[in-house]
């Protein structure tokens, strides 16, 4: 349905250039969202996905491990949008102590959304209300350190800024001027609370604080957790499964379309098609992975039983690992208080078995990575951009 512009323009002054920023007009949309046979049976879809999604939490034999890798991912494809260059195994080796050769700003970025995810999530479940105070607490770890520091983490921007283009004239898109940040910001919060369904109020939302874009940096990354804490803060998903920077990342133009023109034309129906189709093929696909975990390590689990002797201390590594799979033979000891030889000899016969390859190449100091887990967590990651 297309409805008229969504806000209104007002000129801005920005390093010596005028431009028109845009102000969107606050949330709901109105005329109010009209709920097509097909839109809605978009969403039926959308809810039930997240359905199944929700109950992986229940079938994993460990939710927490599952998160744990599943997290890292999305902070990767996350910072990938943009431009970060780091890969999921940098990441990993950067959490062993920071290892030499892994580009630190880049990986730094990765690292702080996994924290600044872990932390929302945490002031959520703690019963802290999704708000402003909570936002700019969670951009404050995001930007902690790395590129960020200089960006005034969690703090709302004073000065204007632009999206694309080198100088302001050139931009695709102006966001309100700093003296109407704090208006819409906090029409925004308003509509955190309002009694619209989660799943429909996630899809509004994000388009309104990308639109919006309240700090110097770090809105595109902010802006996609935001869906993720309401869905949790809502009680949709009991643990943060759905992360939607794989779809948004391969579909990354139509995206940028779908955004504009829910700004100049209402048209915010077709962004809603858009959003479920994309939470759908993201909880199916996470669905799909942690089955695919599970088999892995039960497929590996059955291999390390029948190795007779040094099956029980193998076993505990397998476990461990599962916990950390790129590792060291010194967290492992002190996981599991094996003794260093026993250890050295587990970790050998995992290597042997090809379930564990070393990753170094040298005698000291080496890194285990486990291939197979690894392999399945990477799938997405290393896609063309669009």
Same mark, same amino acid.
């Given at each position: 349905?297309?409805?008229?512009?969504?806000?209104?323009?007002?000129?801005?002054?920005?390093?010596?250039?005028?431009?028109?920023?845009?102000?969107?007009?606050?949330?709901?949309?109105?005329?109010?969202?009209?709920?097509?046979?097909?839109?809605?049976?978009?969403?039926?879809?959308?809810? +039930?996905?997240?359905?199944?999604?929700?109950?992986?939490?229940?079938?994993?034999?460990?939710?927490?491990?599952?998160?744990?890798?599943?997290?890292? &991912?999305?902070?990767?494809?996350?910072?990938?949008?943009?431009?970060? /260059?780091?890969?999921?195994?940098?990441?990993?080796?950067? #959490?062993?102590?920071?290892?030499?050769?892994?580009?630190?700003?880049?990986?730094?970025?990765?690292?702080?959304?996994?924290?600044?995810?872990?932390?929302?999530?945490?002031?959520?479940?703690?019963?802290?209300?999704?708000?402003?105070?909570?936002? &700019?607490?969670?951009?404050?770890?995001?930007?902690?350190? *790395?590129?960020?520091?200089?960006?005034?983490?969690?703090?709302?921007?004073?000065?204007?800024?632009?999206?694309? *283009?080198?100088?302001?004239?050139?931009?695709?898109?102006?966001?309100?001027?700093?003296?109407?940040?704090?208006?819409?910001?906090?029409?925004?919060?308003?509509?955190?609370?309002?009694?619209?369904?989660?799943?429909?109020?996630?899809? +509004?939302?994000?388009?309104?604080?990308?639109?919006?874009?309240?700090?110097?940096?770090?809105?595109?990354?902010? *802006?996609?957790?935001?869906?993720?804490?309401?869905?949790?803060?809502?009680?949709?998903?009991?643990?943060?499964?759905?992360?939607?920077?794989?779809?948004?990342?391969?579909?990354?133009?139509?995206?940028?379309?779908?955004?504009? /023109?829910?700004?100049?034309? *209402?048209?915010?129906?077709?962004?809603? #098609?858009?959003?479920?189709?994309?939470?759908?093929?993201?909880?199916? /696909?996470?669905?799909?992975?942690?089955?695919?975990?599970?088999?892995?390590?039960?497929?590996?689990?059955?291999?390390?039983?029948?190795?007779?002797?040094?099956?029980?201390?193998?076993?505990?590594?397998?476990?461990?690992?599962?916990?950390?799979?790129?590792?060291?033979?010194?967290?492992?000891?002190?996981?599991?208080?094996?003794?260093?030889?026993?250890?050295?000899?587990? +970790?050998? &016969?995992?290597?042997?078995?090809?379930?564990?390859?070393?990753?170094?190449?040298?005698?000291?100091?080496?890194?285990?990575?486990?291939?197979?887990?690894?392999?399945?967590?990477?799938?997405?990651?290393?896609?063309?951009?669009?």
């Amino acid at each position: 349905m297309k409805r008229k512009l969504q806000g209104y323009y007002v000129t801005a002054t920005t390093v010596g250039e005028k431009v028109q920023a845009f102000v969107p007009a606050p949330l709901p949309p109105f005329p109010a969202l009209e709920w097509s046979d097909q839109l809605q049976e978009k969403f039926n879809r959308a809810l +039930l996905a997240l359905g199944r999604l929700d109950s992986v939490s229940v079938l994993l034999p460990e939710t927490s491990l599952f998160l744990y890798m599943y997290v890292r &991912k999305e902070a990767v494809l996350s910072s990938m949008i943009e431009g970060t /260059q780091s890969s999921l195994s940098d990441l990993l080796l950067h #959490e062993l102590e920071h290892q030499p050769g892994v580009p630190l700003d880049d990986v730094t970025e990765v690292s702080n959304y996994v924290a600044a995810l872990n932390y929302g999530v945490d002031r959520i479940n703690q019963g802290f209300p999704l708000s402003l105070r909570l936002l &700019k607490e969670i951009h404050s770890v995001l930007m902690f350190g *790395g590129r960020g520091r200089n960006c005034d983490p969690g703090q709302f921007r004073r000065t204007q800024n632009w999206i694309g *283009g080198t100088q302001p004239g050139t931009a695709t898109f102006v966001p309100p001027p700093p003296e109407l940040l704090q208006e819409c910001i906090g029409k925004l919060e308003l509509f955190l609370h309002h009694t619209t369904p989660a799943l429909v109020k996630a899809a +509004l939302a994000h388009v309104q604080f990308e639109t919006i874009h309240p700090f110097l940096d770090g809105n595109g990354r902010l *802006g996609r957790l935001i869906i993720t804490l309401i869905l949790c803060s809502e009680k949709v998903l009991k643990e943060p499964l759905l992360y939607l920077s794989l779809y948004f990342k391969t579909h990354r133009r139509r995206y940028y379309e779908l955004l504009n /023109q829910v700004r100049l034309t *209402g048209d915010w129906e077709l962004w809603l #098609e858009f959003f479920a189709d994309a939470v759908t093929a993201t909880a199916t /696909q996470a669905v799909d992975t942690a089955q695919k975990l599970m088999k892995c390590s039960s497929v590996d689990g059955d291999r390390i039983n029948k190795l007779k002797r040094i099956s029980g201390s193998t076993s505990l590594i397998h476990r461990a690992i599962l916990e950390r799979p790129m590792t060291t033979p010194k967290w492992i000891q002190e996981k599991t208080q094996l003794s260093q030889a026993t250890v050295n000899s587990c +970790l050998s &016969k995992l290597q042997t078995m090809g379930i564990l390859e070393e990753v170094t190449g040298q005698r000291r100091n080496r890194i285990y990575s486990y291939t197979e887990y690894i392999k399945i967590m990477n799938l997405g990651t290393e896609l063309p951009e669009y």
